[in-house]
């Protein structure tokens, strides 16, 4: 600034070279100021802060709300160098997204079922928490288009929603056992992945006795709690036959959370991923709209195990646990239900 004031301050005789580097010098030192201006911005915004180093974008050109659900923010940042898809809690420190972020790029190195891929999980500086992963263009359809098969010799529907999930947990087996690498959450609610070497104990005590745990204390719903203590005591009857080994899941499959890419391929989302019984992936079926298509072409991959009938309605009951716990009592009869239901089967 000095010399700046230097050469101002020259007197007529000052050279025209000299003169020249007025504006120059001061088109430097606006630019040093706006340079300046945007590091101190960046430094309040992490997000961009990512979009314009590692995300190698020189430039955001737009960004807009896209939804989200009920318990996160949902943003579309475009850019120089293409778009990015933003959460964003303002509550909730960043461990769950870091869950999400696991879960996301376990079932993205599967190379079966597409799904975003997660770049970066961090802190917002007024609090909460964010998520930077892949931006997928939806196509109209849902992803699970049926068609016909090619085999000249019957007509059974196909489902690459059906082919794809089953690819995936055909593909990813774990050698720790039952669990993942991190505890995640299941909507709003915490989801215990403790590594377990047996199915039976790890859905007993992880699953359902964790939600009868939650409904208990929350709810302070005895009966519900007891009565299904009494079915967990007692439900080794209903895996008899059946070979069960640890796939990864993406946990939490209902329709909001499935969709289909431009090319019409199927793209799921926002898991609550762990490894587990196969046939589990299926416990939100009741709001899925899994139809006959699905489980033909699902089978096909994963043959059914013996038994599957009988397993179907454990499944949902953790899932209605959890709606109770996160929505309310609306939820408790159809649990309830499904408990008693098993409780005469089992002769409990």
């Given at each position: 600034?000095a010399?700046v ?19 120059r ?5 606006r ?40 318990i996160?923010?949902a ?10 898809f ?9 461990a ?19 799904v ?5 999980v ?6 909460g928490?964010?998520?930077i992963?892949e931006?997928?263009?939806?196509g109209?359809s849902?992803?699970?288009q ?8 019957h007509?059974?529907k196909?489902s ?17 056992g039952?669990g ?7 909507g709003s ?44 005591e ?12 640890p796939?990864?899941?993406h946990?939490d499959?209902?329709?909001?959370n ?17 490894y ?12 899925a ?47 309830m ?10 002769k409990?």
């Amino acid at each position: 600034m000095a010399n700046v004031a230097l050469l101002s301050a020259s007197s007529p005789s000052t050279s025209s070279a000299a003169a020249s580097l007025l504006p120059r010098r001061s088109a430097c030192l606006r630019r040093a100021a706006s340079k300046l201006s945007v590091v101190a911005a960046m430094g309040d915004d992490p997000i961009k802060e990512w979009i314009l180093t590692e995300g190698k974008a020189t430039k955001i050109t737009g960004t807009s709300s896209i939804g989200g659900g009920c318990i996160n923010a949902a943003q579309r940042y475009e850019t120089d160098a293409g778009s990015f898809f933003v959460k964003t809690n303002r509550r909730i420190g960043p461990a769950m997204f870091e869950g999400e972020a696991l879960g996301l790029k376990a079932m993205y190195d599967t190379k079966s079922i597409r799904v975003p891929l997660p770049y970066k999980v961090g802190s917002l500086p007024s609090g909460g928490s964010f998520i930077i992963m892949e931006f997928i263009q939806f196509g109209r359809s849902r992803g699970d288009q049926v068609t016909l098969s090619r085999n000249p010799f019957h007509t059974k529907k196909k489902s690459a929603l059906g082919r794809k999930l089953a690819e995936m947990h055909k593909a990813a087996k774990s050698d720790k056992g039952y669990g993942f690498y991190v505890e995640n959450t299941i909507g709003s609610t915490p989801q215990i992945n403790t590594w377990t070497a047996d199915w039976i104990e790890f859905y007993s005590k992880h699953r359902l006795g964790y939600q009868l745990e939650l409904i208990s204390q929350r709810f302070g719903d005895s009966a519900i709690y007891e009565k299904g203590q009494q079915l967990i005591e007692n439900i080794q009857p209903l895996f008899d036959g059946a070979v069960i080994e640890p796939c990864l899941l993406h946990g939490d499959l209902w329709s909001g959370n499935i969709s289909s890419d431009t090319n019409g391929d199927p793209v799921i989302l926002d898991p609550a991923c762990y490894y587990g019984h196969n046939e589990a992936e299926f416990g939100m079926s009741w709001c899925a709209g899994f139809g006959g298509a699905f489980y033909n072409s699902y089978f096909e991959v994963m043959p059914k195990q013996p038994g599957f009938e009988k397993r179907r309605d454990l499944y949902l009951l953790y899932h209605y646990l959890n709606h109770y716990n996160l929505f309310g009592s609306g939820y408790r009869s159809s649990a309830m239900s499904i408990i008693e239901d098993y409780l005469r089967m089992l002769k409990a």
